[in-house]
Structure formats: C-alpha cells, structure tokens
C-alpha cells in the first residue's frame, strides 16, 4: 500500500507539503480529484495519480484548468468531495468557471489548490492568487506548514460543505515544495457515488437565476465572514504593545525572528489562515491599543489593504506598515533574514545581521542554466526549423521544456505569454508582418489550449507554421499523461487522441508529420511549409527520451563519437546544436558516452561526416 | 531520493523537528538545484545568506556559488570533482581555478572540507551513490543534531534493496575520510 494511504491514525511522516495537502484530502474522505499538472502543485496530482489502481478514488488528469474545474463542479454537484489542483496561473484558465460556480455554489465539498509560484522558479509569472478571493467572494485559506496544510485540507471541505461554496486553498512554492513533519488522522468513509439532484432555479446561471444567486452568495460571504472571525486557523501568539500581522510561510519567518531577536514579549502576532473574507472584525479588535503593526505578505499588500480599510471603518488611528520602500517589497519571496532585519526596524530594535563572508573576490561562476537534455528531439526539430526558416523569421514559443531553447545557439523563442499563445500570438504578429510565422508548441500544451488557436487561424487564414513538437508526455511537469499520448506503457486505459487527427479535424490542409531525427526530411518539409499560403502543421514525432526511459521503452542504440583524424573542427555540432553530451579536450570537441543517446543527429550536422556511432568492441 | 530528503527522514528518526525545501524540476534538465535542511526549534525551511551552518555541496563550483550562504560560523563539505557547465565544456566559459579559491573560502569559514566523492563513489560500486559519500563526509566533519546511525537507518530504509549495499559502503567511505 502506498504510505499516503495508511488508514492509521497517530503516524509521523515526513511529507512534502503537496503530498500533505494529498493526505489531509484522503482523510476528508476526497472522493474526485482533477486537475492539470503544474509547478509547483504538480506532485497532488501526481500522487492520486499513483494511487488510483488501489483506492476507488477518482483522479484524471484533465485537458486544462478550465475543464478540470468544470469536471470537479459536476462531481462536487452530485455530492461528492472534490479537489482540484492548480498553478496560480491555472486559475486564470479556471476563472470563468470559478466567478459562476461561486454563485451555484456546491453540494459536496470542492476545494481548489492554487500554488502561487513567488519567485517565478518555474512560472511565467507571479501573482497574488488571493485577489481571486475578492474577486469571486469565495473563502481562502492559507497554510503556514506541510503539517498544518494537511489538517487545514480537511477542514476547507467542512468549511465547504457548510457554505456549500467551493474554497480556494492557496499556497506558495515555500509551502508546496518545503517537506515537514506531519502526523497522520483517521480516514474519513468515503463517498463515491453521487445523486444529482435537478434543480434548474438554482443550478442553471441564466440571467434571472443568477441575480438570485448573487444575492445568495453574498449572504454566504456574510457568513463566511463571521466564520473568518472566529476561525481557529485566525489566532494571536505572543504578547505586547505591538503587533504583526502575518501569512502563510511569512508566519515560520516571523516567530523565527521574533525568537531570534527575543521579542515574543513585546510582539504579538495574528496570524491569517482563514484571510478571506479579510476577518474584520478579528483585526479591529488586534489594532485596538497596539502602538504599531506590521503586515509581513509575500506579494501583494492584500492584507494591509484590508487592515487599514478596517482600521479606518472602526476610526482607529493605529499605525499600520507594510509595503513600502523601507520594508517589504511586492516583488519575489522573502528569507527568514530579510524578515527578521525588517522587523527589528520597523519597531526599533537593534539588530546585528551576521556578515557573509566576502566574495567579490572569488572567481566568476560560470552560469548553469537549464538546457534541453542530451539526445532531446526538441533541439533536433528547433534546429532543422530555424536552419530552413532562418533567423529573420518570428518564433513565437509556448510553454513547456522546448521553452529552455529560448538560449543560445537555438534561440527559438521570440515571444511567449502563456499556455496555448503560441499560436493565436503567430496569427497576429503573422497579419500585421506580413510574414509567414512559426509557432513552437508540445503535444499537451496544444491540448490545453493550443486547438482553439488553430481553429482560429484555420477559420481567419492566417498564414502560420505550427511546429507541434509531440514528445508522447507531458515532460516538463514531470511525464504525466495527455490525450494525445499513448497510455498503455503506464497500465492505463485511456482514449488516445491523435494530435493528427485534431489538427486535420480543424480544417488544416497542409498536414506533415515527420521523424525529426531524420533532418533532410525534416528540412525539406519545414521549406515546403515555409512556402505554403495559409496554415500549415508540422508534426514533430519523437518520444522524450527521459520518458523512455521510465517506461522501459528506452532503445539500446550504439553511442556516438567524433573521428578526430576525418574532424576539422568547424564546431557546428556545438555552435548549432549544441548538444550537452559533447565537450572540448584541448581542441578536440569530443561526445561524452555517458550523455550521448544515439540520436544521430550530431553525424547529419557535420559537414565532415566526421561523427560516426561507436562500433562494438572499439 | 535527495540527499536533503534522507536527512530529514533521520531528523523524523531521531525524533528532531526538521523542515526541508527543495526547488523541484530543474536537476535532470542540468540546471542549479539547491536545498535546504533546518533542525530542532525553528519553522523556516530556508536558511538566508551568512547563515548557514553547514554547506553540503556536491560540486566544486557550486560551493563558490554559494559562499554567500557562509560565515566564519559556516562548516563547509565539498565534493572536489568538477561538473563543468555544458558552456564551459565548448569552450565558452571559464571554469575557475578551484584549489585556489578554497584556499580562500577556507580562511573566511570555519571549515573546509573536500573531497573527491566521485572516486570514492565509484569505489563503492556507482557514481550515482556520490551523494551517500557527502552524507558520510558530513555526518564525520559537521556537528549535527543526529547521529551517523541515524542517517544509515534512513538511507536503509529509503534505498532499493539492490543499491543498498552500495549506498551504505558509499556512506561509510565518506565517513571515514
């Protein structure tokens, strides 16, 4: 059995916040899970995923955030406990639905996960996802730690079920991806199977029911509201004339430093983990007599904005900071130092930061950016595309590991928004150009959100390339399956969808689907496409060798090496490809055998002939 | 599973509050991976720059990156074999001159450690074991809250069967430098 589905109570884990919040869902007897995978909430999924062969839990992985959502509310609408997981911008693709569904509301528990990505370690941007709460009038609850994520989950589908409105469960990379010790609850029986009860004045957002609704949800915001004032996850540690008001991990940075600087005397500190509706009241009742307060956030002053509106509302005249130049900034995360230097500060109080050592005077590193991995057919489609479409032509790119060919030498993005832009993007950059333009997309991407944008380009005749890099998996986010790929290898029934089909089921005329480690094909049919009028898809077929490997499909091929007596060192197969496997001894670029998968495509790029496969007993 | 991982599995061993980050994703795509392990009374996962108390690093370089994270309080364990960069290994960036630098990180730290994990890791049966060599080092020449039967336990009961053997003589070659 899979540890994460022990059904004893009283064990102690050591447990990756994700898999915390996986836990406290098992435990709140989470019947449908859905989502799609991102960084940094991928490893929810990931794990029902794992488990699904040996629970009755539903999991799937659906096409996009907005669907995923629309899969949840149908469950959570037939009285089932649901969870489903996100990235912070997830919840963009997932906002139409999240804005009515408040209005609706749930039957059975619905908790969203939404992982804020502060930092950007692996997003294209960092907002605040709290806003959302305002936005939608639905409850947020916030973790401070792995342990109490797991606990919080459980009682986010109470709360849930008691307002009978879905509940965001926000966290941040620090949360997601920080390991605590978690000890582990009963199982609660779980439910699977579900009654929908028809019900179309409630249940059907037209609008004459949804100017009912709306008046509903905003009485239950009211009571979300009361709930926030006397929640148990809202509470004060500490003493003194001056207080902190904190967040999620902001809250482990600020008791560290209150510690380290022998303040919790003199400090005390509310901390917000039932933060919207923004409890009022609580608030009020902190400020009153404080002599100042300090609001520690990541991000956005959500907080402090609601603090001083409630200051204001109850005309008190306490002193209340946050972002400013002096203290905190809305960019990036903070560190446990940074936290503790702010708040010795801002309530005058000496403090002596220990010094780094120096150096300034140690020698440069050299950068080690992430790079496409050796023998990835990625490099070997960008590589042909760009050699025929050339240098002046616009890349449009979108989000996936093919992103990372946005560095030298393949430098093939030039412009990228978000999941799916690729190819509307290409359309209008296309029109207003007057040149043919090449979008780079992978096969899950292009499911998420990379069809509409083709049917759009179809319908408007748009003159663009689609270069649809189908790798069989979902890479960057850790191998996690697609429609389009095929399932069987991981023991999985699911419905294949061929990317071709999709693509000729949009109406595009000039289909090619080719190998991309054959690069003369390959290039003859990019400057076939190149010279086509109107859309044209390339469909780039290599499976991602990681992947392979994983599921045992990984071929046995004979390694390359570069001859050196036949090499002339012209370096293309380092200044253009640029595959990681190879290195220079002295002037001699070789191919480490340990990297080099076979690929092949480093012998075609050599105008020499120069690279040729090891042969037995060399 | 992560050298950070294992240490937090012996903290929860040992009965010591533990808390560790990781940035997930980017070790297979060559790119920076840093964690983090804090112990006993404290909630922060991440540790900030000075403060550090050990540097656990697994490539030379690496070490320097990260000298920011030291003070003269800082015990720093490093491996001593390099892992260039793909640009320094075409020819488009400098790998620095590493026993010179240590030679300067050593006077500013209150230790430094390094070793050739990579030789003592194939020694013990697989490179890939280098990161049981580091924790051996390091349960050796750090002062930690747990003990070096704590960290085996973990390793044995984190490791398959058939790299086990491998992975605790990986442990104790760097125990014993």
Redesign the interface.
């Known amino acids: 059995m899979n540890p994460i589905l022990i059904p004893e109570a009283g064990q102690?884990?050591?447990l990756?916040g994700n898999l915390a919040i996986a836990r406290g869902a098992i435990e709140a007897g989470v019947a449908f899970v859905t989502c799609y995978p991102g960084?940094?909430s991928s490893?929810i999924p990931d794990i029902f995923f794992q488990i699904e062969p040996e629970t009755d839990i539903y999991f799937e992985y659906s096409t996009n955030e907005k669907v995923a959502f629309e899969v949840g509310a149908g469950a959570a609408a037939s009285g089932i406990r649901t969870l489903v997981a996100m990235k912070h911008v997830g919840l963009n693709v997932a906002a139409d639905p999240l804005m009515t569904l408040a209005y609706l509301g749930v039957e059975g528990g619905m908790v969203i996960v939404v992982a804020d990505d502060v930092s950007l370690?692996?997003s294209q941007n960092e907002q605040d996802d709290r806003y959302y709460g305002k936005l939608s009038n639905l409850p947020i609850m916030e973790p401070?730690?792995p342990a109490e994520a797991k606990d919080m989950v459980k009682y986010a589908f109470d709360l849930s079920e008691e307002l009978k409105l879905p509940v965001i469960f926000r966290t941040t990379t620090?949360i997601n991806?920080?390991?605590?010790?978690v000890t582990f609850g009963a199982l609660k029986t779980r439910v699977t199977r579900g009654k929908f009860v028809k019900d179309p004045s409630k249940k059907v957002a037209i609008p004459a029911v949804s100017r009912v609704l709306h008046r509903i949800l905003l009485e239950k915001y009211d009571r979300a509201s009361d709930l926030a004032n006397s929640s148990d996850y809202n509470f004060i540690s500490g003493q003194g004339k001056w207080g902190i008001i904190t967040n999620g991990?902001s809250?482990?940075?600020t008791?560290?430093a209150l510690?380290d600087l022998n303040l919790r005397n003199q400090v005390a500190v509310l901390r917000l983990g039932f933060t919207h509706p923004f409890p009022k009241k609580l608030v009020q009742d902190f400020l009153r007599g404080k002599e100042k307060v300090l609001i520690v956030e990541e991000l956005e002053p959500y907080m402090e904005t609601e603090a001083k509106a409630a200051s204001y509302e109850a005309g008190l005249k306490t002193p209340i900071a946050g972002k400013s130049e002096e203290l905190f900034s809305r960019l990036y995360e903070f560190?446990?130092?940074?936290v503790r230097a702010k708040i010795a500060s801002y309530f005058g109080f000496p403090y002596q930061?220990?010094?780094?050592?120096?150096?300034s005077?140690?020698?440069?590193?050299?950068?080690?950016?992430?790079?496409?991995?050796a023998g990835c057919p990625h490099r070997t489609t960008l590589y042909s595309v760009k050699k025929i479409a050339g240098e002046d032509t616009i890349y449009p790119c979108d989000i996936g590991?093919y992103g990372?060919a946005y560095i030298p030498p393949l430098s093939a993005s030039d412009y990228s928004i978000c999941m799916g832009s690729s190819i509307s993007s290409a359309c209008g950059i296309s029109r207003t150009t007057g040149r043919k333009t090449v979008a780079f997309i992978g096969d899950s991407t292009f499911f998420h959100s990379g069809m509409t944008g083709l049917a759009d380009a179809v319908h408007n005749k748009h003159n663009i390339l689609v270069v649809l890099l189908d790798n069989g998996t979902t890479a960057?986010?850790?191998y996690q399956i697609n429609p389009g790929m095929d399932t069987e290898p991981l023991g999985r029934d699911k419905q294949r969808i061929k990317p071709e089909d999709v693509v000729r089921g949009l109406g595009v005329q000039d289909v090619h689907v080719i190998r991309p480690r054959n690069l003369k094909k390959t290039q003859e049919t990019v400057k076939a496409a190149m010279q086509y009028d109107g859309v044209s898809v390339i469909i780039s077929e290599e499976i991602c060798p990681?992947f392979a490997r994983r599921i045992g499909k990984f071929p046995k091929r004979p390694v390359f090496q570069v001859d050196q007596e036949r090499c002339k060192n012209h370096r293309d197969c380092?200044n253009y490809l640029?595959c990681?496997a190879?290195?220079?001894e002295g002037e001699n670029v070789m191919i480490n055998p340990d990297l080099c998968i076979g690929c092949a495509v480093c012998g075609q790029v050599c105008p020499e002939n120069a690279i040729r496969p090891v042969k037995k007993g060399e | 599973m992560l050298a950070t991982g294992l240490i937090g599995e012996a903290a929860l061993i040992a009965g010591v509050n533990v808390n560790v980050s990781e940035i997930h994703g980017m070790a297979q795509r060559g790119g920076v991976v840093e964690s983090a392990v804090t112990m006993g009374d404290i909630m922060s996962p991440i540790v900030s720059d000075g403060e550090a108390d050990i540097l656990l690093s697994f490539e030379p370089s690496e070490t320097l990156r990260s000298g920011a994270k030291c003070s003269k309080l800082t015990t720093v364990i490093t491996n001593s074999h390099p892992l260039h960069p793909f640009t320094v290994a075409i020819g488009k960036g400098v790998y620095p001159d590493i026993e010179a630098a240590f030679e300067v990180m050593r006077g500013r730290v209150k230790k430094l450690f390094a070793i050739n994990a990579n030789a003592l890791a194939h020694e013990a049966g697989s490179v890939l074991s280098m990161n049981m060599v580091m924790l051996g080092a390091m349960a050796k020449h750090a002062e930690l809250p747990i003990t070096p039967n704590h960290l085996k336990q973990a390793i044995k009961e984190n490791t398959k069967a058939s790299f086990l053997d491998i992975n605790l003589k990986a442990f104790d070659l760097g125990y014993n430098t």
């Open positions: 102690k884990h050591l990756l960084t940094p490893e370690f692996s401070s730690s620090r991806h920080s390991s605590g010790i991990i809250y482990a940075y008791l560290d510690a560190s446990p130092s940074m930061a220990i010094t780094p050592i120096e150096t005077d140690l020698p440069d590193i050299p950068d080690r950016p992430p790079t496409l991995c590991c990372l960057m986010t850790g990681l380092i640029a990681p190879f290195y220079l």
